[in-house]
């Protein structure tokens, strides 16, 4: 079977997790092999994520490995199986990896949540608005790729509206909602349309204020995505040269805390619906 040329963060996450699971065992990648009668270079290859693994194949490991987490098991296995080619695969070839490997997890997560500072978190997003992001960016964007980002990024928004959609949480600092990446009418089209989002049931829309006293968290926005089982959620953080990924469990650990309390030191809902609406009038 041929190698894979470019695997995805999915597959990518898969073969980490079937190291990890090695490396827990206290086995070698040699003694790996030995156990499935195959070579070291095909264990290498499949911790690699440039090759697959089957199901059967899969459970041998889990089973030599001693995990007997079988919820774990089972979505490794979804991981390992699924063949879903989705909307986002049209992009390939004319978008940066990350921008379909984002697209690829939001399709399978389960739920988001967003710590949000600087900008309206892109699946709240209007086209405008991410427009308007998109065309301040440094080097500047020729205008087909502007629009082909905008246009991946209005189609994200499937995962938020569609027939079973995800759970998603977002707690925007005001100084996102104040900032205008556009002029006034687009800045009140953004709020008119967060405000209309945040009344969905799966949907919660929360606001840090400017004036809240002793707020030291807010330097850092975040994107948390829920796997199948806790053990698979992943980070999404914005860095210099793209978007990090972060899945080892302790660093899980200290996102969800992160995420808890900065969540308890901004407005309940309720109350955010009425600030946002407050901003709008002074639109």
């Known amino acids: ?23 827990a065992a206290g086995l070698t990648a040699r003694e790996a092999a030995a156990l499935l009668g195959v070579s070291p270079v095909q ?18 490991l889990a089973s030599h490995y001693a995990c007997t987490d079988g919820q774990f098991i089972d979505a490794l296995v979804t991981m390992a199986t699924d063949r879903t080619r989705g909307w986002w ?13 984002l697209s690829e997890l939001e399709h399978h997560a389960r739920s988001q949540a967003n710590v949000a500072i600087l900008f309206v978190p892109g699946l709240l997003q209007t086209e405008e608005y991410a427009r308007a992001v998109f065309s301040n960016r440094i080097p500047e964007l020729r205008p ?21 959609p995800i759970g998603f949480e977002a707690v925007i600092h005001e100084a996102a909602l104040r900032i205008r990446v556009s002029d006034r009418a687009a ?3 953004q709020l008119t349309r967060i405000l209309e989002l945040s009344e969905a049931d799966h949907i919660s829309i929360r606001v840090i204020p400017l004036d809240l006293d002793g707020f030291s968290r807010g330097g ?3 994107t948390y995505l829920g796997g199948p089982v806790a053990r698979l959620d992943t980070v999404i953080r ?33 109350r955010s619906r009425d600030f946002i609406h407050t901003l709008v009038k002074e639109l």
């Open 187 to 189: 800045s009140r089209a």
């Open 43 to 60: 264990i290498s290859h499949i911790e690699s994520a440039l090759a697959g693994v089957s199901e059967e194949r899969l459970r041998r």
């Open 89 to 101: 695969e049209e992009y390939r070839g004319l978008l940066p990896t990350s921008f379909l490997d």
């Open 1 to 23: 079977m041929a190698l894979r040329r470019e695997p995805t963060a999915r597959q990518h996450r898969l073969a980490a997790e079937l190291r990890r699971l090695r490396d």
């Open 220 to 222: 850092s926005s975040m």
């Open 238 to 270: 914005d860095a210099p040269h793209g978007a990090a990924l972060v899945d080892s469990e302790a660093q899980l650990a200290e996102y969800r805390a992160r995420f808890r309390k900065v969540e308890a030191s901004s407005f309940e809902p309720e």
């Open 144 to 164: 087909e790729e502007l629009e082909l980002r905008v246009q991946h990024r209005m189609a994200r928004r499937v995962a938020i509206e569609r027939a079973a």
